[in-house]
């Protein structure tokens, strides 16, 4: 589809994005672990690895982290070395900058296609270790010295599931003419926040990028127009790296090394067949509980992709999370509530987080101190609190049906006065972070994405879908 931008245009993209779902189909068939094709257990450890010795591994990770309210504890993990491209090609039409999605099919997405990055890849798939199709558009990120770079930064991925786990995140700006390809679109930055506010369409990878293009600036009111409401104007406000702070980006940054050095955690791999507390049974591994996640396998026929049958093994997490961030406004500029939050699989000890991260359904089996502290506020938040609602889809790509209700809340509290894990920051502040690996993790940046969307929206508060509870 080409660049539309005129009246009409939300009822011919979701017109295109039916007709995709006409000619491209996937069936997942959930499997025996034992009985993935292509996958063995490796001798002597149990861990999950594929014949070629590529892709990725499912492996046992042992976890200390003193001082937390669970110090201990062994699960299994996902070790995919390679690093990745997420990669959107971008290019003005008329002035106006548009991005090239592709409409994708995972196996873990409970809803089948979604909006994906212009390039969504493995080393291994892009490389054809799978001995299918070149991906498309690949050529614009593995080359740019005749394009302009709007983003380029390592990112990592969920640290819980994933053990160091990176991917390029990129965004490339032509100017020379694009072939559209089967199953692509070109898509204003506008009509993406307007999707954002849809659940399970953009999925996480290209709300990771969209969340590393530099969306601040003195600029920003010039392109946004007048400002929707009081909040819409804090948010803009809060863009603008010369915002007054109550800190600057070198006490971030001096807050983070010393989260950082203060906390320890020891996280190594260990052979999956014997963690203590999972269990092998019916073709998966789950915990004894019944709760956290699982792994399951699945059997994959599809058309469409590079690869048209495949099996593999996946996350599948034991209920709905939330992600949140409480918002504030601090002399007028919008100010989020990051958390310094520690996961086993994270390469640099602690990333910021949004306030809540977290699976509600879990918590019973962890002691209290393991209940985020924010957790009723965002939960009991009046309506007219909640500034964006809606559930997004997780990697489709590694995780079956994770699901991610994401919330932003404004509060007029000082909630995190005195916690030293949490800070108000700008969300100017956070883009610059994100300019670097390793600071703003992948749940924070997809709730950046989600907040950008705001100053699309037209004013008043959002009606959830359903109760918080």
């Known amino acids: 589809m080409a660049a539309d931008t005129g009246a009409g245009a939300a009822d011919r993209f979701h017109r295109w994005l039916a007709a995709q779902k006409q000619h491209t189909d996937m069936l997942v068939r959930q499997v025996a672990l034992e009985d993935l094709a292509g996958w063995n257990a490796e001798p002597g450890t149990g861990n999950l690895v594929h014949e070629t010795g590529r892709f990725y591994s499912v492996e046992g990770l042992d976890v200390h982290l003193p001082g937390a309210p669970v110090e201990r504890w062994q699960q299994p993990i996902i070790n995919q070395p390679e690093v990745g491209i997420l990669g959107i090609l971008v290019k003005e039409f008329d002035g106006v900058l548009h991005c090239l999605m592709q409409a994708k099919i995972e196996p873990g997405n409970h809803n089948g296609l979604q909006l994906s990055p212009t390039v969504q890849a493995t080393r291994s798939n892009y490389t054809r270790v799978h001995k299918g199709a070149e991906v498309p558009y690949l050529h614009y990120f593995r080359d740019t010295s005749r394009h ?3 983003a380029d930064v390592r990112q990592s ?3 819980a599931w994933f ?3 990176r991917n390029r995140n990129i965004v490339v700006q032509v ?3 694009v072939e559209v390809r089967e199953g692509f679109t070109w898509l204003t930055l506008h009509q993406l926040h307007e999707l954002l506010m849809l659940d399970d369409l953009v999925n996480m990878d290209a709300r990771s990028v969209l969340a590393c293009l530099p969306f601040t600036g003195p600029g920003l009111p010039q392109v946004l127009g007048t400002p929707a409401d009081d909040f819409t104007a804090a948010l803009v406000r809060s863009c603008d790296e010369r915002a007054d702070v109550p800190e600057n980006l070198a006490g971030v940054l001096h807050w983070i090394t010393d989260v950082r050095t203060r906390r320890d955690v020891v ?9 203590a507390g999972w269990r092998r049974d019916d073709g998966r591994i789950e915990h004894e509980s019944g709760r956290f996640f699982r792994v399951t396998g699945v059997d994959v026929a599809a058309t469409g992709r590079e690869v048209r049958a495949w099996a593999q093994p996946m996350i599948e997490p034991c209920g709905e999370g939330v992600i949140a961030f409480l918002a504030r406004r601090i002399d007028g500029v919008l100010h989020l509530l990051v958390h310094a939050a520690t996961e086993p699989g994270y390469a640099d000890v602690v990333e910021l987080a949004p306030t809540v991260q977290c699976t509600p359904a879990a918590l019973d089996a962890l002691p209290a101190g393991a209940r985020p502290p924010h957790l009723d506020a965002v939960l009991n938040a009046a309506p007219e609190r909640i500034r964006f609602d809606a559930v997004h889809s997780e990697e489709g790509g590694r ?3 994770a699901r991610n209700r994401y919330l932003i809340v404004e509060t007029e509290e000082d909630l995190g006065a005195g916690a030293p894990d949490h800070r108000w920051l700008t969300v100017a502040q956070l883009v610059a972070l994100m300019r670097h690996s390793h600071y703003v993790n992948v749940q924070a940046r997809c709730l950046l994405a989600c907040l950008h969307s705001l100053t ?8 959830p879908s359903v109760a918080l509870s």
């Open 157 to 159: 991925e969920q640290g």
């Open 267 to 275: 996280a190594e791999r260990v052979p999956l067949r014997a963690l």
């Open 163 to 165: 053990f160091r786990k």
């Open 399 to 401: 995780f079956y049906h």
């Open 175 to 177: 100017t020379e003419d």
């Open 456 to 463: 699309a929206r037209r004013s008043g508060p959002v009606q």
């Open 148 to 150: 302009q770079v709007l």
